[in-house]
């Protein structure tokens, strides 16, 4: 629910962009098929550009890091679970909350497009070319749906041919695909008012197309009388054209309205430099190590990004390469993203504990995998001792060096450990140095030690 959140924030600034920029500039002027583009683009642009992520480097010198914090395990008393946060409970009730609403509006629609499935099922349709003409007293006004006419009966032949018109306009120029898009993004957003306005806009831009096309073949003061007419004569379905959906008095003055200037859709390119300011401003930063001093006096040379891993060596030997205890002669094939931590070993401490392997320097790489299930062995030996002694079991931090690390809690940044029961930890994990810097930036300064529940992994599952 985090990520559709975030998702649909982001969506919600590029819908809000579009259609602000519609409403200062583009509402009152006449080309119409021009607007309805720009409105189309930005609904385009609100589904796709949100999953769109840039990233930078940004190069970090690797500090003299300060000894890690040690992770001790000591016999407390038993923990007794406390009452959930205000936060907590808001943050199960919202998923329940948000499906509820749109489960209540997908049985309101649904209900609106039986009725109409059931008139055209009962009442016999007039075939025309491109469409057909449904006369029913189901309905109050005319409308139009994919490429049925609703009409109600009694209409003089004048309005008839008026309203047929104007109705096939909608149907020719295919303004349902522009329903069902914004149809769709309204229920899944409905809890976005631009959402709905934006909706609205692209509505009534549908009928500035449709009444200019009937212009073309029918006197403006015949067509503002059938108008006036069928005033407030409106159903309303999500998906349907309706004659007179949108405020006629508008329509009747768009109308009179002389052809605005061609250069007026400049303003639609103002949406340019703010998608880019957009797009940088939700950029995301890629910490990289770098430590000329280590490349000097190792002979080793590494760099970690989002997506590469390189290893380079100032030797003419190759260094000895171990991914989780296993000898391998290359790093292809294993994600930086995978990697848990990294250390490098030189010169006589490399010699001593890998012999003449060890000569042109140990890279060790120890997996996330490969780390949570040893950490997950160690947890539940450590418990089964305790247990055996009758005693519960805690996990209390103890930092070496005055500072603590960055606490994270199924992938959420706490401020300690307090009021985690040890019974429901799935797995406790470290970091440090590089890993440590170039996964969570200058917050690992100190490392990390990230802690996963056990309602966490089932919710990962």
């Known amino acids: 629910m985090e990520v559709f959140g975030i998702y649909s924030l982001k969506a919600g600034v590029i819908l809000t962009l579009f259609w602000g920029i519609y409403l200062l500039f583009l509402q009152k002027e006449t080309f119409y098929r021009f607007n309805r ?23 970090v010198s690797a500090p003299t890091i300060p000894a890690f914090p040690l992770v001790e395990l000591e016999t407390i008393p038993a923990y007794a679970d406390k009452n959930a946060t205000f936060l907590q409970i808001c943050s199960r009730l919202i998923p329940v909350v948000y499906t509820v609403v749109l489960t209540v509006l997908l049985i309101v629609r649904s209900i609106g497009l039986t009725r109409l499935v059931k008139s055209i099922r009962q009442n016999k349709s007039k075939r025309y070319v491109g469409y057909h003409i449904i006369e029913s007293s189901d309905f109050d006004g005319a409308f139009s749906f994919f490429r049925f006419v609703f009409i109600p009966p009694n209409l003089n032949e004048t309005e008839k041919h008026i309203i047929l018109k104007h109705e096939n306009a909608h149907i020719k120029q295919k303004h349902w695909i522009d329903l069902l898009l914004t149809n769709t993004l309204s229920l899944i957003w409905w809890f976005n008012p631009v959402m709905w306005l934006y909706e609205k806009a692209i509505r009534n831009n549908h ?31 999500p998906i349907t054209n309706s004659f007179t959906y949108t405020n ?48 000097n006096d190792s002979g080793i040379y590494t760099r970690g990004g989002s997506d590469t891993l390189m ?70 030996q450590v418990m089964m001792e305790q247990q055996k002694a009758g005693q519960s079991l805690s996990v209390r931090l103890k930092p070496t060096n005055g500072k603590n690390p960055l606490y994270i809690v199924d992938d959420k940044e706490v401020s300690s450990f307090d009021g985690i029961n040890p019974a429901d930890i799935e797995s406790i994990s470290v970091l440090k140095e590089g890993s440590a810097l170039s996964r969570f930036g200058e917050r690992g300064y100190n490392g990390v030690v990230l802690i996963t529940t056990k309602e966490g992994s089932r919710k990962n599952d």
Do not use: C, H
């Open 311 to 380: 290893i380079r060596s100032t030797t003419t030997g190759k260094p000895l390469l171990l991914v989780d205890g296993k000898e391998i002669a290359s790093l292809n094939g294993i994600a930086p993203a995978d990697i848990e931590s990294m250390s490098v070993l030189k010169n006589e401490s490399a010699i001593a504990q890998y012999g003449e392997k060890g000569k042109d320097g140990v890279i060790l790489i120890t997996t996330k995998k490969f780390a949570a299930q040893k950490a997950e062995v160690e947890q539940q």
């Open 207 to 237: 009928e500035y197309l449709a009444d200019q096309d009937v212009l073309i073949d029918y006197q403006r003061d015949d067509y503002q009388q059938t108008l006036l007419n069928q005033w407030l004569k409106i159903p309303f379905f």
């Open 37 to 59: 583009g720009f409105l189309l683009t930005g609904l385009i642009a609100a589904i796709f550009l949100p999953l769109i992520i840039i990233r930078y480097t940004v190069e």
């Open 248 to 295: 006629n008095l508008k329509r009747i003055m768009m109308m009179k309205k002389n052809n605005s200037n061609p250069f007026k859709k400049l303003y639609a390119f103002l949406s340019v430099p703010v998608l880019a300011l957009f797009l940088m401003a939700f950029a995301e930063k890629v910490y990289v190590e770098q430590d000329p001093q280590r490349e």
